[in-house]
Nanobody, 130 residues
Framework: QVQLVESGGGLVQAGGSLRLSCTTSGRTFSSYAMGWFRQAPGKDPEFVAGITWSGRTIYYADSVKGRFTISRDNAKNTVYLQMNSLKPEDTAVYYC???????????????????????WGKGTLVTVSS
């Protein structure tokens, strides 16, 4: 059974930091592009950050560029999202997702934001208070 399990969400004050983790099981995702997406209440899902299987190519949404960092450890089957300088508008459920696409084009991430990736976790809630 394929599983992606997110952890690390919670309540934090504006300006604070959180580190999300996504642990995968049930298959090998080392050859998959991995990404983080989020969905705020009443809004469509949006792309946050994506990383190719090798980690050589990374993309960020403009809204998080310079504040968030995505990374992966294929030996641990885990992908991370370090979130710094958090803002109230970052409040959302954050989802980890995996897809066999290369992930080397930015547009591919945005096209798959609306639950188009092959595998999705159940999400972890991040709440940023002002």
């Amino acid at each position: 059974q394929v599983q992606l399990v997110e952890s690390g969400g919670g309540l934090v004050q504006a300006g604070g930091s959180l580190r999300l983790s996504c642990t995968t099981s049930g298959r090998t995702f080392s050859s998959y592009a991995m990404g983080w997406f989020r969905q705020a209440p009443g809004k469509d899902p949006e792309f946050v950050a994506g990383i190719t299987w090798s980690g050589r190519t990374i993309y960020y949404a403009d809204s998080v560029k310079g504040r968030f960092t995505i990374s992966r450890d294929n030996a641990k089957n885990t992908v991370y999202l370090q979130m710094n300088s958090l803002k109230p508008e970052d409040t959302a459920v954050y989802y980890c997702a995996a897809d066999p696409m290369s992930g080397r084009s930015a547009s591919s991430w945005y096209l798959k934001a609306n639950y188009g990736m092959e595998y999705w976790g159940k999400g972890t809630l991040v709440t940023v208070s002002s």
